[in-house]
């Protein structure tokens, strides 16, 4: 499967690679960039098949989910390579398939202000990421 970043194509696991998404934030942008050079030189996420990523309201601090069938390196090595090169990450969960196991780096989750009330958003949860909707959507 060719290395890129994007969403899985509905039904199949055919990457539908994005380079630019209009609502999408910032410090994402950055970091999806960022992650992209990572793959292409091949360091540090060779073997890792999956990535979702969500970013506080503030816009500063990042939540990580990895997934991989195959891990090249320690979980350790891994996440402090993420940490080393993409600035404000927070948390990271890294899931080793074969192994059936996850690993967590952080606090395990982000605290998110929306709709005058503080949410508290974890690895696995669900939460809107369409960061223009969400005030409407939480408001009674």
Do not use: W
């Amino acid at each position: 499967m060719p290395a890129g970043i994007g969403y899985f194509e509905a039904g199949s696991t055919r990457l539908c690679a994005v380079d630019e998404c209009a609502i999408l934030s910032p410090r994402l942008a950055e970091t999806f960039a960022k992650l992209r050079m990572l793959v292409a030189s091949g360091k540090a996420l060779l073997a890792i098949d999956e990535i979702e990523a969500f970013v506080d309201a503030a816009d500063e601090k990042i939540l990580l989910n990895l997934s991989s069938e195959r891990l090249t390196d320690s979980p350790e090595v891994i996440a402090a390579n993420l940490r080393a090169a993409l600035p404000g990450v927070e948390s990271i969960l890294l899931q080793d398939r074969r192994a059936d196991k996850f690993e967590l780096f952080g606090p395990g989750y982000l605290s998110y202000m929306a709709g005058g009330a503080n949410f508290r958003v974890g690895h696995l949860s669900f939460f809107q990421v369409n960061r223009f909707l969400i005030d409407e959507l939480v408001e009674p």
